[in-house]
């Protein structure tokens, strides 16, 4: 169920609200809620923000990954937070952030994972020779990720 709040915003916060919703197409009401729950789960998840990817708003770790991106991998390492830290070169307590949010909010995770898996699936039918590569640690091991200058 949803409550009417009203709130009291500065001149130019209620201008920039109002500008934000016409460039969306949506409600001053839906931004601005869409505002409050954002800052909200920002100030219960101190690891997330939100970006603005392809048009849509996205739960993200600061400054690095999608949580679904952190989840995908994560599923694969069997939800092993060191392992999963390791192999995307972040922090025990990043992987745990991510992790945690996804117990929050699975099924918009979940829905990320599947739209993921249903643009492999899209492309498969597009190229069909592609083919899905799964590397071993070995074959990490052995990638030179030097930058070449010339």
């Not at 709040?5 to 809620?33: C, F, N, Y």
């Not at 992987?95 to 918009?108: C, H």
């Not at 592609?130 to 070995?138: A, G, K, N, Q, S």
Request: with cysteine.
């Amino acid at each position: 169920m949803a409550q009417a709040l009203t709130v009291r915003l500065p001149d130019d916060d209620a201008e920039e609200v109002r500008r934000i919703a016409q460039k969306e197409r949506r409600s001053v009401s839906e931004v601005g809620a869409r505002i409050v729950d954002e800052w909200l789960r920002q100030n219960r998840f101190p690891h997330i923000e939100f970006r603005a990817i392809n048009g849509e708003r996205v739960a993200c770790l600061k400054g690095r990954l999608e949580i679904w991106q952190v989840v995908m991998v994560a599923h694969g390492y069997q939800l092993d937070i060191a392992k999963t830290a390791e192999h995307l070169n972040l922090k025990d307590e990043q992987v745990q952030a991510a992790l945690t949010y996804y117990a929050a909010y699975p099924a918009e995770i979940d829905l990320a994972l599947r739209e993921n898996q249903q643009g492999f699936e899209r492309l498969k039918r597009l190229i069909p020779q592609i083919e899905r590569v799964t590397l071993t640690d070995d074959d990490l091991a052995n990638v030179n990720l030097t930058a070449r200058t010339s």
